[in-house]
Nanobody, 114 residues
Framework: LQLVESGGGLVQPGGSLRLSCGAS????????ISWFRQAPGKEREGLGC????????YYTDSVKGRFTISRDNAKNTLYLEMNSLKPEDTALYYC????????WGQGTQVTVSS
């Protein structure tokens, strides 16, 4: 099973983007979903996750208050809404399924630059 991320692109500092994470062969509402990113030359960073049970969310400090994870169960899609973007948010962004991070997508590139 592979997840599919989309929505990345080039945005100016202070701008916003909404990333999507979808899958065709599994019902994503049955799983917790996590978002990660990896910048060139840096380790992969966990950004946050959304629970399968109650929809509760958790965020790492570097994105708390700027990023929001949500679900649209009717569309079988997860979202990562990113606001007040900074150049240091430039990275390849991934979603992963389940508490054991069983399945991953190929990632979508986000570049924050003027």
């Amino acid at each position: 099973l592979q997840l599919v991320e989309s929505g990345g692109g080039l945005v100016q500092p202070g701008g916003s983007l909404r990333l999507s994470c979808g899958a065709s062969a599994v019902t994503l509402r049955d799983y917790s979903i996590s978002w990660f990113r990896q910048a060139p030359g840096k380790e992969r960073e966990g950004l946050g996750c959304i629970s399968d049970s109650d929809g509760g969310t958790y965020y790492t400090d570097s994105v708390k208050g700027r990023f929001t994870i949500s679900r649209d169960n009717a569309k079988n899609t997860l979202y990562l809404e990113m606001n007040s973007l900074k150049p240091e948010d430039t990275a390849l962004y991934y979603c992963a399924r389940g508490s054991k991070l069983t399945d991953w997508g190929q990632g979508t590139q986000v570049t924050v630059s003027s």
